[in-house]
């Protein structure tokens, strides 16, 4: 008999968190693995859109120091534990790993580090005064909003901690809970936004997924949509590349443009990914585990096993 319709999958909810525990103190009838997870992560971004280039954070924002300060002072171990009680893992690569043109060893390198990211500050003229406040290059106190979705309490659980964190370096972060209806409204047309909080669907499992969001013209090109021309080096860096891999049919030339590709948006930070969510299914004790395979992109394989 084969088992197909029989196998429970869990989606990956918090309250499932000491599933396994219970399941082996409680309910010896089923076993819980552990599954690779979500292949992608929701991400923190900065608005660099020069509508607001009459604020002090359009000048912040739009300097990489900055964001990679940011991602720097990112605590992940810490939203792992207190947020996702250990079953969830940084997001430091840019292609998930079905991906043809994923390379493990392209990853992020501004991770959690308190004092690089008071160095990255300070190379742009931030530096905390004697009540330790963080001060730009014209006296500004270095303050921003950080925007969330009011359905969300994982992200205003992620938030207070980006807030705590940010604050042991002088920055102030004020959050701020609103509809997700509301929040898509300030990211696509009033852009009137600092920092928020969001995803995309979609893991990037084909190099050319994302032709509205990468590309600088694109409408969800969130940090700055609808570019005319490339506002930046990188980013006309990033549209060639990008057209370039669409077309290139010899795959190690690919390779090449694409690990480019990769390795500047992980230099850039436009966008700072967050935490990979893990998941778990079930099976039912009484199937044989022998020929139990699971596949990340397409779930479990079970066509092969059999009552004990």
């Known amino acids: ?3 197909k319709k029989i196998i429970i999958i869990f989606s990956f909810i918090v309250s499932f968190a000491l599933l396994t525990e219970s399941c082996k103190g409680y309910n010896t009838d089923y076993t819980v693995f552990n599954s690779e997870g979500a292949l992608s992560a929701n991400f923190w971004l900065f608005n ?11 000048e912040w924002f739009t300097q990489k120091e900055f964001r990679q300060a940011m991602s720097c002072l990112l605590n992940r ?5 207190q947020v996702y009680r250990g079953l969830a893992e940084p997001k430091l690569d840019f292609f998930a790993e079905p991906n ?19 160095n990255l500050l300070a190379s742009i003229g931030m530096k905390r005064d004697r009540n330790g406040i963080m001060r730009d290059n014209k006296n500004n106190a270095v303050e921003f909003d950080l925007t969330i979705r009011t359905e969300s309490t994982i ?11 940010l604050s042991k370096a002088g920055i102030k972060v004020n959050i701020r809970v609103l509809d997700f209806q509301k929040q898509v409204q300030q990211v696509f047309e009033t852009y009137d936004w600092d920092s928020m909080l969001i995803g995309l669907s979609g893991s990037n499992i084909f190099p ?11 409408n969800y090109h969130m940090w700055y949509p609808n570019q005319k021309t490339p506002a930046t080096e990188w980013e006309a860096r990033v549209d060639y590349l990008y057209n370039e891999g ?3 049919i010899d795959k190690d030339h690919a390779q090449i443009i694409w690990d480019e590709f990769q390795s500047i948006i992980l230099e850039q930070c436009p966008i700072i990914y967050l935490m990979r969510l893990r998941g778990f299914w079930a099976l039912n004790n009484r199937w044989d585990f022998t020929n139990v395979y699971y596949d990340n992109m397409k779930g479990a394989e079970t066509d092969y096993v059999y009552l004990k």
Do not use: C
């Open 100 to 118: 043809p043109f994923y390379n493990k060893e392209i990853k992020l390198d501004y991770i959690y580090n308190f004092d690089r990211a008071l």
């Open 246 to 248: 669409k077309y290139t």
């Open 77 to 81: 171990d810490r939203i792992n534990m």
């Open 208 to 218: 050319t997924q994302g032709s509205n969001v990468w590309p600088s013209d694109g």
């Open 1 to 3: 008999m084969k088992v």
């Open 155 to 165: 992200n205003q659980d992620i938030a207070s901690i980006i807030m705590d964190e």
């Open 48 to 58: 660099q859109n020069p509508i607001n280039n009459h604020k002090a954070q359009y």
